[in-house]
């Protein structure tokens, strides 16, 4: 079945500077794909979902990138400021009818003032 | 905003003992996880639903049992605690016409 590899499992990164995490997954045929934040303690919390169709998605101080042809998908959280600090983790659907999220193992972000 | 809602928020059990973490959805949403998140594994799925009375294995099923009562209430148990089922876990629902899923706040269940 899908597998998703995630990494860095651990980054730290200056206020200001950019944070890069990155997915690779294994199932061709997937097509939807999420980037997940969580703080300490809190739930889950989308910050984008990606369809396959598309390949550069920005949002709110970061941009989603997703290469079909290499099967990965990254996040770059620009000009990183300590309230980003927290879990993000990658999404892939798996592509049988099930429709189940299969997860990155996550990454934690550190960002110092 | 769609709300999902576990209970209880924590637990501390013995081994072997008899859990059962609730969660409930107001939504309407047909599909409910049920998820587990540790360390190093992102979460991974346990079961899942379509609806009420189906229920569908998932990744990690081993260990527990689920059940949907209801359109609302999806049910994990665990009969047979051990410590390696110490987890934070999350439930989830989503419509089956949205790709989004929605998380409730979590369980954290301590296995001593």
């Known amino acids: 079945g899908e597998q998703v590899e995630q990494r860095p499992p651990h980054l730290s990164v200056r206020e200001g500077d950019s944070a890069f995490i990155t997915c690779t997954y294994t199932?061709?045929?997937?097509?939807?794909f999420f980037w997940y934040k969580q703080e300490p303690g809190a739930s889950l919390q989308l910050l984008m979902k990606v369809f396959s169709s598309t390949e550069i998605n920005e949002g709110q101080g970061f941009t989603v990138l997703l290469n079909k042809k290499d099967k990965r998908l990254s996040l770059n959280l620009t000009a990183a400021h300590p309230g980003d600090s927290a879990a993000y983790f990658c999404?892939?659907?798996?592509?049988?009818?099930?429709?189940?999220?299969?997860f990155g193992s996550g990454t934690q972000l550190t960002v110092m003032p | 905003e769609a709300a999902v809602t576990q209970s209880p928020r924590n637990k501390v059990t013995v081994t072997g003992g008899n859990v059962t973490l609730s969660c409930r959805q107001t939504n309407s949403h047909n599909y409910m996880y049920w998820y587990r998140q540790d360390t190093g594994h992102g979460l991974r799925l346990i079961h899942y639903s379509y609806g009420a009375g189906n229920l569908q294995i998932g990744d990690v099923p081993d260990g527990y049992k689920a059940t949907r009562t209801t359109q609302e209430d999806f049910f994990l148990l665990l009969e047979l605690a051990s410590p390696s089922q110490t987890s934070l876990y999350f439930c989830?629902?989503?419509?089956?016409?949205?790709?989004?899923?929605?998380f409730g706040k979590g369980t954290r269940l301590t296995v001593v």
């Open positions: 999404a892939v659907t798996a592509s049988s009818g099930s429709w189940q999220l299969i």
């Open positions: 199932d061709p045929n997937s097509y939807y």
């Open positions: 989830a629902s989503r419509t089956g016409r949205s790709t989004e899923v929605f």
